[in-house]
């Protein structure tokens, strides 16, 4: 990062640093401790002055670039807050993840705050992580219902279970076999099985209808 940053309109009459620049950027109320210290220490390193009383009383209170508590400062954008420059800086140089930027700068310990290009940016990697997340969901369940689709169709037929009987063929066992002989008995057949034991004398009863003058004779009705 440059070392031209918010922190160079609080040079000292002798354009260096000192206490006085640090009360003055920090009564703006602009500006958190942490930002103005990793701010003087980007302007130490580009060659300006730190007063020793700045140093001691000032800035060793707070958490700089290389502080752990402070794991984002390094990359600090030159107005003291988090542009899409250094949130690209962090992702893609410091391998942070998206969520795991926001969270932090959301905690409040560095002080900055994530502006427009970074917010933009860091909703579009959200937005690219889930489309991701919702292909790899929706692959692995059709693989899954492929799967079940595909063991259903594999799985063996199962025989006929308890209860299942072949179909009824009647055959020569059937109303013969039932020995439902009525037009024939033993070796007569027809009318012939109702004569008594071959007497051809015995007949079935007839209608004596007497003689011709109209009178009842005395002859029964009925012969026997």
Do not use: C
Request: no cysteine; aromatic share 8%; net charge positive.
């Amino acid at each position: 990062m440059t070392w031209i940053n918010f922190m160079s309109g609080y040079k000292g009459p002798h354009g260096n640093f000192g206490k006085r620049s640090w009360t003055d950027a920090f009564n703006t109320g602009n500006y958190s401790g942490n930002q103005i210290k990793v701010a003087l220490q980007e302007q130490g390193q580009a060659g300006y002055s730190l007063g020793s009383g700045l140093r001691t009383e000032y800035m060793q209170k707070h958490q700089g670039a290389g502080h752990a508590d402070n794991p984002l400062g390094k990359y600090q954008g030159p107005h003291g807050n988090f542009g899409r420059l250094a949130y690209n800086e962090a992702k893609l140089g410091g391998g942070w993840k998206p969520q795991d930027i926001y969270d932090e700068i959301q905690s409040g310990r560095s002080g900055m705050q994530m502006m427009g290009g970074a917010l933009e940016q860091y909703n579009i990697d959200i937005a690219d992580e889930q489309a991701a997340r919702d292909a790899a969901k929706w692959r692995t369940d059709l693989q899954t219902q492929l799967t079940d689709l595909n063991n259903q169709i594999n799985e063996p037929v199962a025989p006929p279970g308890v209860g299942y009987s072949a179909p009824s063929v009647v055959g020569k066992s059937g109303t013969r076999g039932a020995n439902l002989k009525i037009a024939e008995r033993g070796s007569r057949s027809g009318t012939k099985r109702w004569k008594r034991g071959g007497d051809s004398s015995w007949s079935m009863a007839t209608v004596n209808t007497g003689g011709t003058s109209g009178k009842a004779s005395n002859s029964s009705a009925v012969n026997v």
